[in-house]
């Protein structure tokens, strides 16, 4: 894994200043500009190397096939007027220097809590469409499928918790908890995909179960946020 770029600065000064510097600690044993140095590649440049590079994040709703499976950034919070549907009805998201190929990322911000509530009913279609994918096989149109529907979870779960959050018991919970179930299979899609979930029936059958989950978790909330 390559280290991310952003760092190799931070790395490189250190090891410049322990260079130029009259280095000499007043403790029991002295330490070397040698030994300092190997202390610093042996023990912080593993850990620089664990850290996911920036080609390996993904804003929320880029639906790229590399994006299946990665970090993805949280989508900006909406101020709460922009929320109550008197601000932007979309929100826009850009790479920026980290990654300046990739196109920015733009996503609709429901206005009302009927669209938030159609938003959410849209993706028990898209469930549907995701399991017959996985149980085709076809992992990555699935996982594609899941990246289109994260933010759309996202935005109409966060515009029903704050519109409601007062006469409806725990549902920001409930949101919290459908987004992280649609991750879960974001997750395992990915690790599907990289051979790393066990044998294609193994997966589908584990696949179809997180799937099953997300479903229960979203029936659930549509139910609370219309009843």
Do not use: W
């Amino acid at each position: 894994m390559k280290m991310p770029t952003s760092l190799l600065p931070l790395l490189l000064f250190a090891i410049m200043a322990l260079e130029s510097a009259p280095f000499s600690l007043d403790c029991q044993d002295k330490i070397t500009r040698r030994q300092a140095l190997s202390f610093i590649l042996g023990t912080v440049t593993p850990s620089l190397l664990l850290i996911d590079n920036a080609d390996a994040t993904c804003l929320t709703g880029d639906e790229a096939p590399d994006c299946i499976g990665v970090y993805k950034e949280s989508i900006p919070q909406s101020s709460k007027e922009d929320i109550a549907g008197y601000g932007s009805s979309t929100i826009e998201q850009s790479y920026g220097v980290f990654r300046p190929e990739r196109p920015s990322v733009i996503l609709l911000n429901p206005q009302s809590l009927d669209e938030a509530v159609g938003m959410l009913q849209d993706q028990r279609i898209a469930m549907d469409e995701i399991d017959k994918l996985i149980s085709s096989g076809d992992m990555e149109g699935a996982g594609v499928a899941v990246l289109r529907i994260l933010p759309r979870l996202t935005l109409a779960g966060r515009y029903i918790a704050v519109a409601m959050q007062r006469v409806v018991p725990r549902i920001q919970q409930m949101s919290d908890e459908l987004n992280d179930l649609a991750l879960t299979v974001d997750n395992h899609i990915g690790k599907a995909l990289r051979g790393n979930l066990g044998s294609t029936t193994v997966a589908q059958l584990a696949l179809l179960s997180d799937v099953k989950a997300v479903r229960v978790s979203l029936n659930r909330f549509i139910e609370r946020a219309t009843s």
